[in-house]
């Protein structure tokens, strides 16, 4: 194999899109070519840039307005469109500063929930506690926590689970429920909420999933490499527990 | 139609429909109008939504209320970007002046990356943020994956010509 074929194949390799027996040769070329090594450094490293520029989340007042949206379009009821933007007006003023300081919370927590996945994998210290029992798990926690997590196993699903640790998120202790799916490993991260129940919200953060909701007075963040389709299942059955 | 569950399917893609459309459209007040509208059609076409894929299923929608709103406008050039984001995140490990870098770095990755041509920028904010595979960019765009692929290097080609000096050049293989 020569660079110019290299080139052709190099957002492929890069990506992890070429199949194995197209990834061999590379690496075979790689191991002598120092220029095209620069360049797969070069790539890898262009593409930490582009991941490290914000997230733009949607605002709350959009979010508001869209599941609005949705109910009416349930309900078949018609827009009391004046009505909506009147309440839109007054709660705009005083909305603002409310929903940023929210947001960068969130991001805060999003970020140490990341970390902590990340952390987890390759310090190897992915488990305080390690059980596919739920019995065990969740009593383990106890005198640990101030609060005791719900922890279930969905090996009935596909995705048992596999131990648990404590971990840290905004600067406070939580648990760290830790399920396999074939290879991969999802985290899940439980502490008290102020909120009662939220609606789901999903995202991508350098190249992990992260879904995180609230539920009976409990924050949920699931974390994982596991494809989205995959990692939602995951998520619909903790839910559904 | 069960809207219990479209809200539990397509809503928690909000962020990350928000988050493309804004690179979409390099501002937030079009990206909000696009969102709004695509919400609108997500909910009609919900029972033709197949799969589990909610989120291509969401950024296709996206993407079409986007481009149809472009040629309502006909001609029109795209939206100037109006920049209300000055709070980007830093690593709060890293001393002040490696602080300060490390935003001035963001800010220009961002600038360069806007003015991208938008068939470049969209593809590397699915692959790079979105995380997406091939194949789901190209059920997206609705181009062959090869398509993907090539204007995936071009855009980092393109991204990196822009970046070059000194960004770039920090890691050096030995």
Known sequence: ?241 | MPSRVFEEIVLPHLDAAFNYARWLTRNDADAEDVIQDACVRAVRFFPSLRDDDARGWLFAIVRNTWYSRLSRRAGAAEALPLDSRTDEPADSALDPEARLLQQFAVARVREALEQLPVDFREVLVLREIEGMSYKEIAAIVRVPIGTVMSRLARARDRLSAVLKPPSLSMERVP
């Open chain 1, 1 to 241: 194999m020569n660079c110019d074929e290299v080139t052709r194949d190099l957002d492929a390799f890069v990506d992890r899109e070429l199949a194995a027996d197209a990834v061999a040769p590379i690496r075979h070329h790689l191991g002598a070519c120092a220029s095209c090594r620069q360049r797969v450094t070069d790539r890898e490293a262009l593409g930490r840039l582009v991941r490290s520029v914000p997230y733009y989340d949607a605002p709350e007042l959009l979010c508001a307005r869209v599941s609005g949206q949705v109910q009416r379009t349930r309900s078949g009821r018609r827009l009391v469109t004046w009505a909506a933007a009147a309440v839109l007006v007054l709660s705009v003023g005083g909305g603002i500063s409310l929903v940023r300081s929210a947001a960068t919370r969130s991001d805060a927590a999003i970020d140490d929930v990341v970390n902590g996945h990340v952390r987890s994998l390759m310090a190897e210290h992915l488990f305080d506690i390690r059980s596919t029992d739920q019995h065990t798990v969740k009593p383990w926690f106890l005198g640990k926590l101030d609060f005791s997590p719900p922890v279930v196993d969905l090996a009935s699903v596909g995705f048992p689970l596999v131990g648990g640790r404590l971990d840290y998120v905004a600067g406070r202790p939580v648990a760290a429920l830790v399920y396999q799916r074939q290879k991969h490993t999802i985290n899940v991260f439980v502490c008290p909420a102020s909120n009662a129940t939220t609606t789901l919200r999903a995202r991508a953060v350098r190249g992990f999933h992260v879904h995180h909701w609230m539920r009976d007075g409990m924050s949920f963040w699931a974390v994982s490499d596991l494809n989205d389709v995959e990692l939602m299942e995951f998520v619909r059955a903790l839910q559904t527990i």
